[in-house]
């Protein structure tokens, strides 16, 4: 079945330590998503990839970087995490940029900042 | 200001009881609707969208929303829940000329009680 995959499903790491969170899909979709989702909240966009262009939300902390080396893969990249980035991050992919395409999410990586 | 809000932060309900999630937006400009519905520790799955046409769209497991642009809301119903419904439900909107934004509103969980 054609679907977003993400790994690892849980991470710890320490405070101030860089990690890395990896998504990949097998839909061949133009357009990647990272979302950070804290508890008992919705989903915050973070920034996207319509293809190679990088697209970042204007509130997403510079802390926060992503790369997109080919179709089927994109990376979150946490420079320095705080305690405060202890979170839920979900990738999504979607045909197109267009609101009308539907985003298909992964099961999500938990962060947790010890 | 363009805004998404989900008033019940939870909602209680007995197996085989209908239920109505409520959702209601702010826009200027036309809009596309979407319910979403998380299962603890999993990613978002689309339950059904509201592009154009018919205001009643049929969704997944038995759920439905009718989209009332007079009233600006898009309320998520279901005639008989089971236990399985138990799960934290989201109701997003993509406002047009904002690309494929997800704005998400606050979350409703939903507890099917015997």
């Known amino acids: 079945d054609a679907m977003v995959i993400q790994n690892p499903r849980y991470q710890v790491t320490q405070f101030g330590k860089p990690v890395t969170l990896s998504c990949s899909q097998t839909l061949n979709h133009n357009v990647m998503y990272w979302y950070q989702q804290k508890s008992s909240q919705a989903p915050k966009l973070l920034f996207h990839?319509?293809?190679?262009?990088?697209?970042n939300e204007a509130d997403t902390p510079d802390n926060f970087q992503s790369r997109r080396p080919n179709t089927s893969f994109c990376f979150l990249d946490i420079r320095s995490p705080g305690l405060g980035d202890a979170a839920m991050y979900l990738c999504?992919?979607?045909?197109?940029?267009?609101?009308?395409?539907?985003?298909?999410f992964g099961p999500g990586t938990r962060l947790t900042v010890t | 200001a363009q805004s998404v809000t989900q008033l019940d932060s939870q909602v209680p309900v007995f197996e085989e009881a209908p239920v109505e999630l409520r959702c209601n937006y702010s826009?200027?400009?036309?809009?596309?609707l979407f319910w979403y519905v998380q299962y603890p520790n999993q990613g978002l799955q689309l339950l059904l969208k509201y592009l154009s046409g018919s205001t009643l769209v049929k969704g997944i497991n038995g759920f439905e929303a009718e989209f009332n642009k007079s009233q600006t809301s898009f309320h998520l119903r279901k005639p008989s829940v089971h236990i399985s419904d138990t799960a934290e439900y989201f109701c997003?909107?993509?406002?047009?000329?904002?690309?494929?934004?997800?704005?998400f509103g606050t979350g409703t969980q939903l507890k099917v009680e015997l």
């Open positions: 990839y319509y293809d190679k262009d990088f697209n």
């Open positions: 826009s200027s400009v036309s809009v596309y």
């Open positions: 999504a992919t979607s045909r197109g940029s267009s609101g009308k395409y539907e985003q298909y």
């Open positions: 997003a909107v993509i406002f047009t000329g904002g690309g494929n934004k997800l704005t």
